[in-house]
């Protein structure tokens, strides 16, 4: 079988890890473990807010590309990237959008306009998009105008864990995500300064978004009396981080927003109940019957939630053996790449009309 060949544009280092850098390296290897000759290409970290010389480097990488090798273009870049540039490329392009850039937290208003509409102009000139939810499809069709024939939905792969899980005493409540804004830590960290009264330890993995926010946590935690019953580990080995999934006995993310979310999935590929909230697409990726789901940026309801499976080990177990049956039925990361593989099937270059509308 004669497989398209295809570029993947990514910024920054592959190896970062943060969910969507985990989901396009594994969408990278998987594409070329089923056949296709992927080549790698490695923008600027800066994006999607690029100095001048790394945008002009940028186009000009985009646009040395053949006709005949399909542009698979990651979303900090598509989202951010000049209209005017992009659309010189001669490669078919499907834009690869975990969620759009406009939804990210902590913008102003003049940003949060510029990236809509530098997104919104940029979706009509690919071919196609990848997206890891129906929630970031139907942002991108109703709020885009994206043309929903030419969305597909490739949900994250999951790795199936082995061994044995063996939940520590005190119980311990796990958090996994970058420490941004977004991830909504600073609401965590308030909800387990309302459940000081219980036995439980927590970890938070994730490497800091920036210095300053990684401080303010620290200092959180401090004021909050949570020295010693909360750990912010930073990033972590893979062997570390799957130690943690096996010893915890709840998995807790505040988050803001999500336009999907890979930990939920190791989450439940590990059998841990849920606590996060109810935002993006995190309500379409954690089952009803495998976690609780409260109101995002309040941290009373949230440690309602966390007291409630803390204190009725009946409902914790519920819950996780519901979490650990959808687990099983998620899909592999070959399965991921076969959808993105037949999207590149759907691909020539004859089709690629620059700046036709996907209406």
Same mark, same amino acid.
């Given at each position: 079988?004669? +497989?398209?060949?295809?570029?993947?544009?990514?910024?920054?280092?592959?190896?970062?890890?943060?969910?969507?850098?985990?989901?396009?390296?594994?969408?990278?290897?998987?594409?070329?473990?089923?056949?296709?000759?992927?080549?790698?290409?490695?923008?600027?970290?800066?994006?999607?807010?690029?100095?001048?010389?790394?945008?002009?480097?940028?186009?000009?990488?985009?646009?040395?590309?053949?006709?005949?090798?399909?542009?698979?273009?990651?979303?900090?870049?598509?989202?951010?990237?000049?209209?005017?540039?992009?659309?010189?490329?001669?490669?078919?392009?499907?834009?690869?959008?975990?969620?759009?850039?406009?939804?990210?937290?902590?913008?102003?208003?003049?940003?949060?306009?510029?990236?809509?509409?530098?997104?919104?102009?940029? +979706?009509?000139?690919?071919?196609?998009?990848?997206?890891?939810?129906?929630?970031?499809?139907?942002?991108?069709?109703?709020?885009?105008?994206?043309?929903?024939?030419?969305?597909?939905?490739?949900?994250?792969?999951?790795?199936?864990?082995?061994?044995?899980?063996?939940?520590?005493?005190?119980?311990?409540?796990?958090?996994?995500?970058?420490?941004?804004?977004?991830?909504?830590?600073?609401?965590?960290?308030?909800?387990?300064?309302?459940?000081?009264?219980?036995?439980?330890?927590?970890?938070?993995?994730?490497?800091?978004?920036?210095?300053?926010?990684?401080?303010?946590?620290?200092?959180?935690c401090e004021k909050l009396g949570l020295t010693g019953r909360v750990r912010l580990a930073g990033r972590v080995s893979s062997q570390k981080l799957t130690a943690l999934y096996r010893a915890a006995?709840?998995?807790?993310?505040?988050?803001?927003?999500?336009g999907y979310g890979i930990v939920f999935d190791e989450a439940l590929a590990y059998g841990l109940p849920i606590v996060s909230c109810?935002?993006?697409?995190?309500?379409?990726?954690?089952?009803?019957?495998?976690?609780?789901?409260?109101?995002?940026?309040?941290?009373?309801?949230?440690?309602?939630?966390?007291?409630?499976?803390?204190?009725?080990?009946?409902?914790?177990?519920?819950?996780?053996?519901?979490?650990?049956?959808?687990?099983?039925?998620?899909?592999?990361?070959?399965?991921?790449?076969?959808?993105?593989?037949?999207?590149?099937?759907?691909?020539?270059?004859?089709?690629?009309?620059?700046?036709?509308?996907?209406?």
């Amino acid at each position: 079988m004669n +497989l398209s060949p295809a570029a993947f544009a990514i910024p920054g280092d592959i190896n970062t890890l943060t969910g969507g850098y985990i989901y396009e390296r594994r969408l990278l290897e998987s594409l070329r473990t089923l056949g296709h000759d992927v080549t790698h290409i490695q923008l600027a970290a800066s994006f999607p807010d690029p100095s001048p010389e790394d945008m002009a480097d940028a186009v000009e990488q985009l646009c040395a590309l053949p006709e005949n090798r399909p542009l698979i273009l990651d979303g900090l870049v598509y989202g951010s990237i000049v209209t005017e540039g992009l659309a010189k490329a001669r490669a078919p392009i499907v834009a690869m959008i975990h969620h759009p850039l406009a939804l990210e937290s902590g913008l102003s208003d003049d940003r949060r306009a510029h990236l809509y509409r530098t997104e919104r102009d940029n +979706l009509t000139l690919a071919q196609h998009v990848l997206v890891p939810s129906p929630h970031t499809s139907t942002i991108l069709t109703e709020e885009y105008g994206v043309n929903p024939e030419r969305v597909s939905i490739a949900r994250p792969g999951t790795d199936k864990p082995t061994g044995v899980s063996a939940p520590v005493d005190p119980p311990l409540i796990l958090s996994v995500g970058i420490q941004h804004p977004r991830k909504g830590h600073d609401v965590l960290l308030r909800a387990l300064s309302e459940i000081i009264d219980m036995n439980w330890q927590a970890v938070i993995v994730g490497s800091p978004y920036d210095a300053d926010h990684a401080a303010g946590l620290i200092t959180l935690c401090e004021k909050l009396g949570l020295t010693g019953r909360v750990r912010l580990a930073g990033r972590v080995s893979s062997q570390k981080l799957t130690a943690l999934y096996r010893a915890a006995s709840i998995f807790a993310l505040a988050t803001r927003y999500e336009g999907y979310g890979i930990v939920f999935d190791e989450a439940l590929a590990y059998g841990l109940p849920i606590v996060s909230c109810h935002t993006g697409a995190v309500p379409g990726t954690v089952p009803q019957d495998a976690g609780l789901l409260v109101p995002p940026e309040e941290p009373e309801p949230f440690a309602h939630a966390l007291r409630s499976l803390l204190s009725d080990s009946a409902k914790r177990t519920e819950l996780a053996s519901a979490a650990q049956a959808a687990g099983k039925a998620l899909p592999s990361w070959l399965d991921t790449a076969r959808i993105a593989s037949d999207v590149l099937a759907t691909l020539s270059p004859q089709q690629s009309v620059m700046g036709e509308k996907l209406l």
